[in-house]
């Protein structure tokens, strides 16, 4: 790959699309984006204690991770 002046090669961005209809029937989107990782933890409810976690690409969909 090309190199593009990031330090940090392996992180990306990523978006998150909120979209919802207000009271009058209007619709509304907001967007959230970011750069860099995601961190998908599993944590004992109980203890509060995390049990297992796996650090992805920002642009990484939650549905694939499992």
Same mark, same amino acid.
């Given at each position: 790959? &090309?190199?593009?002046?990031?330090?940090?090669?392996?992180?990306?961005?990523? +978006? &998150?699309?909120? %979209?919802?209809? %207000? +009271?009058?029937? =209007?619709? /509304?989107? &907001?967007?959230?984006? /970011?750069?860099?990782?995601?961190?998908?933890?599993?944590?004992?409810?109980?203890?509060?204690?995390?049990?297992?976690? =796996?650090? =992805?690409?920002?642009? =990484?969909?939650?549905? +694939?991770?499992?």
């Amino acid at each position: 790959p &090309k190199p593009d002046g990031r330090r940090d090669t392996d992180a990306d961005f990523g +978006k &998150k699309t909120y %979209r919802g209809c %207000r +009271k009058d029937g =209007t619709l /509304w989107e &907001k967007i959230i984006s /970011w750069f860099g990782y995601k961190l998908h933890l599993v944590v004992d409810a109980q203890y509060e204690l995390p049990v297992a976690f =796996t650090v =992805t690409k920002a642009s =990484t969909s939650d549905v +694939k991770e499992g």
